[in-house]
């Protein structure tokens, strides 16, 4: 597995894929998550889960951060 700790802006960060599981926790402000079918808002203690492979965007409503963890090699 991989961990990171990502800060994120009002700036987008466009859609991508990522070849592991991946959960996101937001550590501090707000973010939109946006997905093929939806958007989701995390606020700080929120986190999700993602399968593999499933395209994904971010934005900072907020200057916010993000704990990243990446799962690889099922």
């Avoid at 592991?20 to 501090?28: A, Q, R, S, T, Y």
């Avoid at 606020?43 to 907020?62: A, P, Q, T, V, Y």
Wanted: proline content about 4%.
């Amino acid at each position: 597995f991989r961990c990171d700790a990502l800060p994120i802006s009002a700036e987008d960060m466009p859609p991508h894929k990522v070849a592991g599981d991946i959960m996101l926790h937001c550590l501090e402000g707000r973010i939109v998550l946006g997905l093929a079918a939806s958007e989701v808002i995390l606020k700080s203690g929120d986190w999700l889960f993602l399968r593999g492979g499933e395209l994904h965007s971010l934005k900072g409503i907020e200057d916010s951060s993000l704990l990243l963890t990446i799962l690889f090699g099922k």
